[in-house]
């Protein structure tokens, strides 16, 4: 690893590809909906023709196709640190004390005529006693649990990294449905039988019933470790003793809102990981993810297109199928796994032409055309 400049932040380009092999690197995709979503595989052949492909280790194919998948939505953050419960306390609160009919009388500050401006500033200062006595001192308790859950959950977003948090960890609870759903897979991805065992066969004909059963079980698994539902459900969770490297999308969030959503947990995460790189074994850098969204992480073609139903009139923003291989993908876990193909070929200086704005068509195909897929290669989902 090349010494960064004091006082900058880490950057691709100062990880040689000899360091990067001995971290876990994980492509994240920053959002809304989700604050990350996190992926520790990919292929990065896939994106270039083999004549093309450096001949480095770090790109070699995954053995195993299956991976680990991490995320963490905005509603699970403002659920687990309890914002839900507080802002109704404090909700049901300015309502009893009137302090919602006093700001409900307020005009809108936001404007150029003088007049208005004054009479806002009039009508607040007279109200001021009783505001300061509410806000200064009724809910300060509430608002300090506020900043006591976050610090909490806060923490949980840098654990899942370190050793699984409290979501995906060895000791998470069993409410948490995620390990005990992870519980119920087998090796091949297919789900284990629920239904429940009767101790005695059937009077009639025995033999014959027994054979049905084990034709019928040894049908249920082929079809489930045959099918790619069946082969690309995530890896459990599992342990690592490597130095965990986040290579985290740069997409800025300029806007405080995106239908009707906050924007402020995706910037809220980057700053949480880069001063947890204090206290906690853990990288994190900025990665590009220009396209990440527009290309198939599995044939590296730009040809994903949204998802349309009711006739083809409402398109699904969140599940993109792929043009050329099929593939049916979850938008945030594609992009994650380009993310994580793209930090790998940014440590060598490399990046496709697939995720740079030339158009694809006029571009060299030795160079941009992907090595075929393979007919028996599992599809993700």
């Keep these: 690893m090349s010494g960064a400049s004091i006082g900058q932040p880490l950057r691709l380009t100062d990880i040689s590809p000899v360091a990067m092999q001995q971290m876990d690197v994980w492509g994240i995709d920053p959002g809304v909906t989700d604050i990350f979503v996190a992926s520790n595989s990919s292929d990065p052949r896939a994106y270039l023709s083999p004549a093309d492909l450096p001949g480095e280790p770090l790109l070699a194919t995954p053995p195993n196709p299956r991976h680990q998948i991490r995320r963490f939505s905005s509603a699970e953050y403002y659920v687990k640190a309890g914002y839900r419960k507080t802002v109704a306390n404090i909700k049901a609160w300015k309502q009893q004390h009137g302090i919602t009919e006093i700001e409900s009388s307020f005009g809108s500050p936001k404007t150029t005529v003088r007049q208005n401006i004054t009479a806002y500033i ?184 949204n998802v349309t139903v009711d006739g083809g009139e409402s398109k699904l923003h969140a599940v993109q199928c792929c043009e050329t291989c099929s593939t049916v993908w979850q938008r945030d876990c594609n992009a994650s796994r380009n993310i994580h193909a793209l930090s790998h070929f940014a440590a060598l200086g490399v990046k496709p032409l697939v995720f740079t704005p030339q158009d694809q068509d006029q571009a060299d195909p030795s160079t941009t055309s992907p090595p075929d897929a393979q007919p028996n290669q599992p599809t993700p989902t």
């Design 122 to 305: 009039t009508e607040k200062l007279r109200h001021l006693d009783r505001l300061l006595l509410f806000y200064g001192q009724d809910i300060q308790q509430l608002r300090f649990l506020n900043y006591r859950g976050a610090q909490l959950v806060n923490h949980d977003l840098v654990k899942i990294f370190v050793d699984g948090g409290r979501k995906y960890g060895s000791h998470a609870s069993n409410y948490n449905s995620h390990d005990t759903y992870m519980s119920r897979l087998n090796e091949d991805g297919s789900f284990k039988s629920r239904r429940r065992q009767h101790a005695h066969p059937s009077p009639l004909q025995p033999r014959q019933c027994q054979n049905q059963n084990q034709q019928k079980k040894k049908l249920t698994s082929f079809l489930f470790s045959e099918t790619r539902n069946g082969k690309w459900r995530p890896l459990p969770f599992q342990p690592s003793t490597q130095i965990p490297l986040l290579c985290i999308g740069d997409g800025r969030f300029g806007r405080r809102r995106f239908n009707k959503k906050p924007l402020g947990l995706a910037n809220r995460f980057k700053k949480v990981v880069r001063l947890a790189q204090r206290q906690f074994p853990i990288l994190m850098v900025d990665a590009d993810e220009a396209f990440s969204s527009k290309v198939c992480s599995k044939c590296g073609k730009k040809t994903l297109a």
